[in-house]
């Protein structure tokens, strides 16, 4: 049993002999009320038993007082007194226990019947008083009555007088009942005391004995650093306390000297740098397996043996400082070392040293790789951009030094985006290594060329005439235009070049590589597929260019877009089905502009996103409003083309929703348009937001089919509704076998995909007549309208009523 337990356990037998007290004073209360009660109601009894045997006390001197049993009016009226005065019902008997007076005047005569034992008999026999309890139909609970013996003057026995004390009983039960409560209440806090008290003194001692056992215990495991509360002054636990502080700390102090020659030579023999001790004569007296192992000779090879041959360049003898070396070890290898020689001295005289080895093969390898990765392009391994300024910097400053020649060209392969975007960007990846490899053997090997990025190209030409680098120039062009192999399928792409041929004029190499771009955007503009050599005036044209791409991108939130309407008529019934929505730029400096104009521009600069918003919003407000006010005339439909870039807008779906109920045009009113490059640049991502567009009952239609794919199949995998056969088939079907097969195709495999095929361009019936001569009877011809404003096309074409 714990010690709290036994404290606890004598407790409550102190507290349980409180409450035996208790007890005892509760049942001693209730005798002594009883015994005082009927020792009480005796002397009564007694009194009035006078007063009736002797008379009543005289009041006046000379008075004469007979006995009231003598006279029964006097006893009646007696005892009625005592009924109604002090409330006590007497009864009074003679020998043979004939009533002589009752409190109920019909009993007086008759014999007292109600002590079943025979109280009164033996009290008028033996002269002494007793209690018993009178039991009747009318008091079943009972009656308590003392009778004590009647004696006339002679003191002779003469009756007994009966009293009812239950009364007086009841009352003096009541005080003593009132005083057990007092006793109940006293016993009960004493307990409570007693027990909490108890409970309290046994946690205080059992708390401070219980840190003792548990400090003992974090010892044991090995940790001398807990410590207990105590005062030497204090009480035996507290000396105790004080006592077990001192032997932890002895404890403590001598497993600090322990772990610390452990933890050292922990440490040494496991540190992941070599370290070896050198004693006064230079020979090895220590060394770690690190150093075994980056020496190659091990622990045992390097005891003994002298530091400086170890380290081939430590001279006569190790000075303090940081080297690196080449180790070559005994298995023919060589490692590169870094080691830190620092002497070790005691009294101000050197006693050895201390060498630390550090392997930096590794690190050394991998500073060589980030300075390699910093400098050069990670595709293609040709130098980047920073390498290429470097070296342009050098180059020009050589040049102007020498006077030599030096040239930079600035290459961009045109159509690299279509190739990217419709095989993806490993095809596109493997054609920048192929094109980095070809430009490589195609120029000279003293040459630089560099990857700037994205599909840009440079080459830096040294010691290069002007015969020299046009001839270069022209094997760029010739080696870039040969045919690409790409996952087993063809792709062809150009080049755009500018040329610098004069670089070291410039001020430096920033200059050059911008004048080369400059030169290489007016290739661009003036059909690609050639090179041109830089001018001033191009300076100031790409100036022109960047401004017109900032009025572009205002252009939407100035109002400067306007709405074409191209009607789209019907072959041969000659009436307007629908109508196509174009889009012109009121430009404040150049006029009505085309879309051929600025559209590759806006697709360039991210503009086309809000350019086909505003279209399609404007697109479907015109055409709905046409709806309303004259439906004879207005079209069925109206088609919107959306751009690569729009339908990789993340909210497309909800724009076209919003632009339906804002304008309250129908949805199967509206047909966006795509190319087939569009929808290839991602079939599972365009798959989704195609079927999205769907769902709110718009019509997909794939614009100029069969200009970009040769392979049917993937119409399979997309929601289209609507293929529209590119003009140029239509024009070449004549006469061309192949061509008329491929568009029968075309309309065969869009019949048996539910799609409606349909062609525009067809000039007259007799084209469509071919179309059904072949067989393509599920082809639907339209002639293109002229394009014209909205506006005007809706006044041209609406009822004259409606504008009366």
């Known amino acids: 049993m714990s010690v709290r337990r036994k404290l606890l356990a004598g ?194 001692l059992t708390r401070r004995i219980t840190s003792l056992t548990t400090a003992v215990g974090v010892v044991r495991t090995g940790d001398y650093s807990h410590r207990v509360p105590g005062e030497p002054g204090s009480d035996e636990i507290g000396r105790l306390a004080v006592a077990f502080n001192e032997m932890a700390e002895q404890l403590d102090s001598s497993a600090r000297e322990i772990l610390a020659k452990e933890y050292t030579d922990s440490i040494l023999a496991n540190a992941g740098e070599g370290i070896c001790g050198v004693d006064p004569d230079g020979r090895i007296a220590f060394a770690n397996a690190a150093a075994g192992r980056i020496t190659g000779l091990g622990v045992t090879g390097l005891l003994g043996r002298e530091a400086t041959t170890v380290l081939p360049d430590a001279g006569d003898g190790l000075t303090p400082g940081t080297r690196e070396v080449t180790l070559e070890r005994p298995d023919g290898t060589s490692v590169q070392v870094e080691y830190t020689a620092s002497e070790i001295a005691k009294g101000g005289r050197p ?225 307007m089905a629908g109508a196509e929505a174009l889009v012109r730029w009121q430009d404040p400096e150049q006029g009505l502009r085309m879309p051929g104009s600025f559209i590759p521009l806006a697709e360039e600069t991210g503009a086309i996103v809000d350019i086909d918003r505003w279209v399609l919003f404007e697109a479907c407000r015109a055409v709905k409003r046409w709806q309303d006010d004259d439906p004879a005339t207005a079209p069925a439909w109206v088609s919107v083309n959306l751009s690569a870039a729009h339908l990789e807008v993340p909210d497309l779906t909800d724009q076209v929703a919003y632009a339906l109920s804002s304008t309250g045009l129908s949805a199967h009113c509206l047909v966006l348009e795509l190319t087939e490059t569009v929808l290839m640049r991602d079939l599972a991502v365009t798959s989704v937001r195609l079927e999205e567009l769907r769902e709110l009952g718009v019509k997909i239609a794939i614009d100029d089919f069969g200009t970009g794919y040769s392979s049917l199949g993937y119409l399979r995998d997309i929601p289209v509704d609507v293929l529209k056969i590119d003009r140029s088939f239509i024009d070449g079907m004549a006469g061309n076998g192949r061509q008329q097969e491929l568009v029968n195709a075309v309309i065969q495999l869009g ?42 096309l809706i006044t041209r074409l609406s009822t004259p009523t409606l504008h009366a």
């Open 11 to 204: 407790y409550l037998v102190v507290a349980c002999l409180v409450v035996a007290t208790a007890a005892t004073a509760w049942f001693s209360g209730m005798y002594s009320a009883r015994h005082a009660a009927a020792k009480e109601a005796a002397q009564v009894a007694r009194g009035i038993g006078k007063d009736i045997a002797l008379g009543l006390p005289i009041d006046t001197p000379g008075e004469q007082t007979a006995p009231l049993y003598q006279s029964a009016r006097s006893l009646a009226n007696y005892i009625e007194r005592l009924h109604d005065t002090q409330h006590r019902d007497v009864v009074a008997v003679d020998k043979n226990k004939r009533i002589l007076g009752d409190a109920v005047p019909e009993n007086v005569g008759s014999v007292f019947d109600h002590d079943t034992g025979d109280e009164i008999g033996r009290t008028i026999a033996d002269g002494e008083s007793r209690i018993f309890v009178e039991e009747s139909v009318d008091y079943p609970a009972g009656i308590k009555q003392v009778v004590v013996p009647m004696q006339n003057a002679a003191g002779r026995t003469i009756g007994a007088v009966v009293l009812e004390y239950t009364p007086l009983y009841n009352q003096m039960l009541a005080s003593a009942r009132r005083a057990q409560l007092v006793i109940l209440v006293v016993a009960a806090v004493a307990f409570l005391l007693v027990i909490v008290l108890g409970h309290l003194l046994a946690r205080s």
């Open 351 to 575: 006693i050895g040293a201390v060498v630390v080895l550090r392997d930096v093969s590794r690190q050394r390898a991998l500073e060589h790789d980030l300075r390699h990765q910093a400098l050069h392009d990670g595709l293609t391994n040709l130098p980047n951009r920073k390498l290429l300024l470097d070296r342009l910097e050098h180059a020009l400053a050589r040049a102007r030094a020498t006077g030599g020649p030096l040239a930079v060209l600035y290459l961009d392969l045109d159509g690299f985006k279509r190739v990217n975007d419709s095989l993806g960007h490993n095809a596109g990846d493997l054609l920048l290594r192929t094109a980095a490899e070809r430009l490589t053997h195609a120029l000279r090997p003293q040459d630089t060329v560099a990857r700037l990025g994205g599909d840009e190209f440079a080459v830096l030409l040294e010691d290069a005439d002007p015969e020299t680098v046009e001839h270069l120039a022209r094997e760029c062009l010739t080696v870039l235009s040969r045919p690409f192999l790409i996952h087993n399928r063809e792709s062809l792409v150009s080049v755009s070049i500018g040329v610098v041929p004069d670089a070291a004029r410039y001020a430096d190499a920033d200059e050059v590589l911008r004048n080369a771009d400059v030169a290489m955007y007016a290739a661009k503009e003036q059909g690609k597929n050639r090179f041109l050599t830089f001018e001033t005036q191009m300076h100031e044209q790409l100036l022109n260019r960047l401004d017109q791409e900032a009025r572009l991108r205002d252009a939407v939130h100035r109002g400067e877009l306007r709405l074409h309407l191209q009607p789209v008529v019907g072959v041969p019934a000659g009436q």
């Open 751 to 792: 019949h048996t995909l539910g799609l409606r095929v349909v062609a525009e361009g067809i000039e007259d019936a007799s084209q469509l007549s071919l179309l059904t001569v072949m067989g393509c009877k599920f082809a639907q011809g339209y002639h293109l309208g002229r394009p014209e404003p909205a506006e005007a």
